[in-house]
């Protein structure tokens, strides 16, 4: 069995991979913050379908609890799968802030950058040695690194500097066979920067070729894709899930 860490797997972006993930037959690791009672329903929303999946507690920001959690993951990977290793790392985990640049606070900037793009870089480094090799990453950006949103600069700046990283991911970790991907998600119908209002996602909608904003599965199924063997030639890319947003 494929072993899977989501980071932010209890809501949102992250509930619909693991549960992507677990029907495809693969293991989850699915990491929360502030609650364990939406962590415990996706576990068990994974169970009752006869997957496997347990829920770990982690703070993206927190680069010093990160060797707590690698330990708690070897031990979950040795109780639960008498495994060493895993498989897959999605980096998931993220919020969003509006506000526009002239009045971006300094805890803002750095909130964003904490969690997008400096936990991703170290969270990775630390997972790494126990990735097996021939494993696969998949980062989530946005697709407001391609179009230009007013409100969410330092969000789509960071964001834009974790498809970067991606590449050089793919890059450095080729010799071990592990692959690197970013999914670039478009408008989604999740509770990130607050969700959608109607007036929003009508607009939101209009400028969407396919008429309509993403949901959840939408993504979700994407990661699991890009985490199988039907993709195992797919490297170093980012691919943009929008249904075709401003073209």
């Not at 040795?78 to 300094?106: C, M, Q, T």
Request: net charge negative; with cysteine.
């Amino acid at each position: 069995m494929k072993i899977t860490i989501i980071t932010g797997g209890s809501r949102g972006l992250g509930r619909a991979a693991a549960i992507a993930c677990a029907a495809q037959g693969q293991g989850v690791i699915l990491t929360y913050n502030r609650k364990p009672e939406q962590a415990a329903e996706v576990v068990r929303a994974i169970e009752e379908d006869g997957g496997e999946a347990i829920a770990l507690k982690l703070d993206v920001a927190d680069i010093a609890s990160f060797p707590r959690f690698r330990d708690e993951v070897a031990a979950a990977l040795s109780k639960r799968w008498g495994r060493s290793d895993f498989d897959h790392l999605v980096n998931n985990a993220g919020y969003g802030v509006f506000n526009p640049i002239a009045s971006v606070s300094e805890a803002e900037f750095d909130g964003l950058f904490a969690v997008h793009l400096k936990g991703p870089f170290f969270l990775t480094q630390m997972l790494l040695p126990l990735l097996a090799d021939g494993g696969a990453i998949v980062n989530l950006t946005s697709a407001t690194t391609r179009v230009a949103t007013p409100g969410v600069a330092p969000y789509a700046a960071f964001k834009g500097g974790l498809d970067v990283l991606t590449r050089y991911m793919a890059k450095e970790f080729g010799d071990r066979g592990i692959r690197a991907n970013a999914v670039s998600p478009g408008a989604i119908r999740t509770e990130l920067g607050g969700g959608l209002n109607d007036e929003f996602e009508a607009m939101l909608a209009a400028q969407t070729a396919l008429g309509r904003v993403g949901e959840p599965d939408d993504v979700g199924n994407v990661i699991a894709s890009l985490l199988s063997d039907a993709s195992r030639w797919i490297n170093a890319q980012t691919i943009e899930v929008a249904g075709g947003y401003v073209i």
